[in-house]
């Protein structure tokens, strides 16, 4: 797959049009009719129109390949074309931080880390007058269109944009490391994804080894991902950790605090009994948000999670809930911690049993995945899209998410109409959709069936070998 990214990203940029095979369902008021076709290179065209000047900006969290996208653009940009990038995400290009990006700069940033180039933020356009500054400000820059590299958010803010900017383009560039971001078959993964599942991987299974060695401690580690546990369950069936849960498997088996405690404790015994005092217990940071009683401490009540220690005559794990959101509405889920709360639980169980458990040591893996040196399935694929999303605004599309078809043999570039990618929520507000682990995932039923095996398994020779690229559903 690798290597079919690689012949794409060098060959001569592509004209796209319409598939004549494919129309996709817009169910969104505004659309222009009920279907759109998939866009894809036509065979020998290239653009051909006059000189054109493009913006770029860099919104919500950072993820592995950013930059590569801006190399990606940078090595195709034709004689006469120019693109300006905007410093600080939305909230920048709203206060007009722009500088120009020489493509000259492209060998620099070629495979490395981070968003730094160009900052970024999580500002919202929400409001007519942020459409009427946006606009603004790329006229004044005498800008034809904007690319657009964010998640489901920051996509939403561009399939807007398109409707509001008239002939100003927008092309949005899929990026999150959360996994959430798929439209399947034509996206199935964002990038910066496979980086941070590679290197979240790398990190377990270092401990995994440690604790064999040493047969001591329970390593209780939160990996990323708020509202979807791909990235855990991603290195789940990578490394085999003893003892794993998802924030989707919770809601689906309707467990409270307890029941996930007692899951622990189980897996905690039984391989004590088997002479392992030792262990790796995995979750995704959105699992605060799936039970009850740390959903409640997230919105002010103590109260259930209090009782749970209670009952045990333990003394209350009392930390300071995050506070606010950003302007997407989001809680900084990160900053609870989780991981420490249910180390205290199972002291709290040890107390009640009155029994020996394992010393635990609660891990954060979070924030150093979103900038990691890009894996080379991340680098090349943020490039193709770069390449992608510039080809589709010469092509004199807007309101279209630049993507890979990893499923057609050979890969393909092509461009989904963002008005199929929107759903209504339950407050009445259309936008993207988040795509979370289904129970009906093949993954996810895979990993439901192992699980249990992998309890009583540790570390061997050869070791794990790492996924070269992520799957395709």
């Not at 900053?335 to 609660?362: G, K, N, Q, R, W």
């Not at 894996?375 to 605004?393: I, N, P, R, S």
């Not at 461009?415 to 407050?427: E, K, N, R």
Request: charged share 15%; net charge negative; hydrophobic share 40%.
């Amino acid at each position: 797959m690798i290597a079919d990214i690689y012949r794409w990203n060098t060959a001569p940029l592509s004209y796209f049009g319409p598939d004549p095979n494919s129309r996709i369902q817009t169910p969104a008021p505004g659309s222009v009719s009920d279907t759109a076709p998939l866009l894809v290179p036509t065979q020998g065209n290239t653009p051909s129109v006059g000189p054109k000047r493009w913006g770029i900006v860099f919104s919500g969290g950072p993820a592995p390949g950013g930059h590569d996208v801006l190399v990606g653009i940078c090595q195709h940009l034709r004689p006469g074309d120019a693109l300006v990038g905007f410093c600080g995400g939305f909230g920048g290009l709203l206060a007009g931080h722009a500088k120009p990006i020489d493509p000259s700069v492209a060998p620099m940033l070629a495979g490395t880390a981070g968003f730094d180039y160009l900052g970024t933020d999580r500002t919202k356009i929400a409001t007519p007058q942020h459409m009427n500054t946006v606009q603004e400000r790329l006229v004044a820059l005498g800008l034809d269109g904007l690319l657009v590299v964010g998640g489901d958010d920051s996509n939403t803010n561009a399939i807007h944009l398109s409707r509001a900017l008239g002939t100003i383009q927008v092309i949005g560039i899929p990026k999150t490391i959360d996994g959430d971001l798929q439209f399947p078959p034509y996206l199935t993964t964002s990038f910066g994804f496979h980086t941070a599942i590679h290197h979240y991987a790398e990190r377990v299974l270092e401990l995994a080894i440690d604790a064999k060695a040493t047969q001591k401690y329970l390593h209780m580690v939160k990996l990323m991902g708020r509202n979807a546990s791909h990235v855990t369950l991603a290195v789940a069936q990578q490394v085999q950790p003893h003892m794993c849960l998802l924030s989707e498997e919770i809601t689906d088996l309707g467990w409270g605090f307890a029941d996930v405690i007692a899951y622990f404790w189980d897996g905690i015994q039984r391989r004590m009994a088997a002479n392992k005092p030792y262990g790796m217990c995995l979750f995704p940071e959105g699992i605060a948000d799936a039970i009850p009683e740390l959903r409640a401490y997230l919105n002010g009540d103590t109260t259930p999670l209090a009782a749970y220690f209670e009952a045990r005559d333990y003394p209350f794990y009392a930390v300071a809930a995050p506070t606010g959101t950003d302007d997407h509405g989001n809680q900084s889920l990160s900053l609870l911690p989780v991981e420490s709360i249910f180390a205290a639980a199972i002291d709290a169980e040890s107390h009640h049993h009155a029994c020996a458990t394992m010393v635990c040591i609660p891990h954060f893996f979070g924030y150093e995945g979103r900038s990691s040196v890009p894996t080379e399935f991340d680098q090349q694929y943020a490039q193709l899209l770069g390449k992608t999303a510039y080809g589709l605004a010469l092509s004199g599309h807007t309101g279209v998410l630049a993507s890979v078809d990893r499923v057609t043999p050979g890969c393909r570039p092509c461009g989904i109409p963002l008005a199929a990618m929107l759903g209504c929520t339950a407050a009445n507000r259309w936008v993207i959709q988040k795509r979370l682990v289904e129970t009906t995932d093949t993954a996810y039923n895979q990993y439901r069936a192992q699980k249990n095996e992998w309890l009583m398994t540790d570390p061997e020779f050869p070791r794990p070998v790492l996924w070269t690229e992520p799957p395709i559903p």
